[in-house]
Structure formats: structure tokens, C-alpha cells
């Protein structure tokens, strides 16, 4: 069956640092895209990062929103079948439900941001960011 499951959110303060995680299961990072998106309360989805098949050294590149550049890294290990989401230097903006999600296929693209690109996606985890 296949699965994605988030962990890793919490209350964090500005500047602070939080790591998610997306473990998947049913199938392989090999094959698919993993994105990350995030969601404040009465803003529509939108996409915070995504990792291709080949990790971004290769053939397909890693995408990242501006706001989130040379903040946020997303990382992945294929031993666990995990993809990561470190988050540094975080601001009141970043405040959202966290939701990774596995796309239709393996390199990101332009369009990566695109919900409709992405099938399964996991249940969300919470990042506060507050004094």
C-alpha cells in the first residue's frame, strides 16, 4: 500500500531550525519525484520544495520557491526511503501544515509546483513558527 508519512513539525522560534521528514512506502524514490507543500490557514497549497530521482546531481534539478532559497534544503536518503526537509533561519511566513507528496514523475520540471502533478500525498504535520 502505498504511503507517505510526515514527521518532524512543531512550535519553533524565529531563526530556529526544524528538520521534517516524508518516509514513504509501496514504492521507490527511484522512479518518483517527492514534493514538499505547505499550507496556511486560509492560503491555497503551495510548493515549498522537490526532490528529483537522482537527487538533483545529476540529469534533473532541485526546486525550491524564492522565499524559501538558501533557507530551506531538501535532502533525501534512499536507504530509508526518505526525503528531508531541513528549515533553517525560519520566519512567522513559514508558519504552515506540511504535506509531502509523491509525483506523477521523476524529474520536477518547470512546473513542479503544481498540485495536480502529485497523486499520494501524506497527512500533513504542523510548523509553528512564534516567540
Known amino acids: 500500500q502505498l504511503q507517505l508519512v510526515e514527521s518532524g513539525g512543531g512550535l519553533v522560534q524565529p531563526g530556529g531550525s526544524l528538520r521534517l521528514s516524508c518516509a514513504a512506502s509501496?514504492?521507490?524514490?527511484?522512479?518518483?519525484?517527492i514534493g514538499w507543500f505547505r499550507q496556511a490557514p486560509g492560503k491555497e497549497r503551495e510548493g515549498v520544495s522537490c526532490m528529483p530521482t537522482d537527487g538533483g546531481s545529476t540529469k534533473y534539478s532541485i526546486k525550491y520557491r524564492d522565499s524559501v532559497k538558501g533557507r530551506f534544503t531538501i535532502s533525501r536518503n534512499n536507504a530509508k526511503n526518505t526525503v528531508y526537509l531541513q528549515m533553517n533561519s525560519v520566519k512567522a511566513e513559514d508558519t504552515a501544515e506540511y504535506y509531502c507528496a509523491k509525483m506523477i514523475r521523476s524529474s520536477c520540471g518547470s512546473n513542479w509546483y503544481l498540485t495536480r502533478l502529485f497523486d499520494s500525498w501524506g497527512q500533513g504535520t504542523q510548523v509553528t513558527v512564534s516567540s
Open positions: 509501496g514504492f521507490s524514490l527511484d522512479y518518483y519525484a
